[in-house]
């Protein structure tokens, strides 16, 4: 998705430019889901400065594993990896269902922004200089990108819906013979045990 703000980090970090793109797109209509694009937008920018750079990282590092790294923190300056946390705390508790407002996520949609001209400076050799400004997204930008966005959410949560029933529905069926199984082998052993404490 091609975005109003990330564009400066395309050529060399495409991913990172389309997380951004999503997040401008979802400020408005889903801050939640644009809180949340903002997290994977942050951990990928710092697993890419891992393996721009062949940092040194612990095995099966978490996010927050992958920052508090002496690795890492020895070469991010402290407003870069505030920043950072600053995405991931946000974005954590928007995935956790906490409300997220619009104003929130503009405020953490600039910060992004912050690192992705810090990235094209450090590790792109860019001219700060040269580099845009912040523009924050339109309650409308993305217009029918954004209706699309949303409409996509809502038909994959009617999926997970309908998959949850069906599953529900089967490991009911799959219940009701176990049940009766239980019920009928309860009953052999005890005709069973009733034969054996009997005469012979």
Not at 2 to 20: D, V
Request: charged letters at 30%; a neutral charge.
């Amino acid at each position: 998705m091609k975005s109003q703000n990330f564009e400066m980090l395309r050529p060399s970090w495409p991913e990172l430019a389309a997380l951004g793109g999503f997040a401008e797109a979802y400020t408005h209509a889903d801050p939640a889901s644009a809180l949340m694009k903002l997290r994977l937008f942050a951990e990928n920018l710092t697993k890419d400065v891992y393996r721009d750079l062949r940092l040194p990282k612990p095995n099966q590092a978490s996010f927050v594993d992958l920052l508090k790294c002496d690795s890492f923190a020895a070469i991010t300056p402290k407003v870069v990896l505030d920043k950072l946390h600053a995405l991931r705390i946000h974005g954590n508790k928007a995935a956790h269902g906490e409300p997220a407002t619009t104003r929130n996520a503009l405020w953490l949609l600039k910060e992004a922004f912050d690192l992705a001209r810090w990235m094209v400076v450090r590790f792109a050799n860019g001219d700060a200089a040269a580099l845009p400004q912040f523009a924050p997204p339109a309650p409308d930008q993305g217009g029918d990108d954004a209706k699309e966005l949303l409409r996509e959410k809502r038909q994959i949560l009617e999926k997970l819906a309908a998959q949850e029933a069906q599953m529900e529905t089967l490991l009911r069926e799959l219940e009701e013979p176990r049940l009766e199984f239980r019920i009928h082998s309860e009953a052999l052993l005890r005709v069973s045990a009733g034969r054996r404490c009997g005469p012979w």
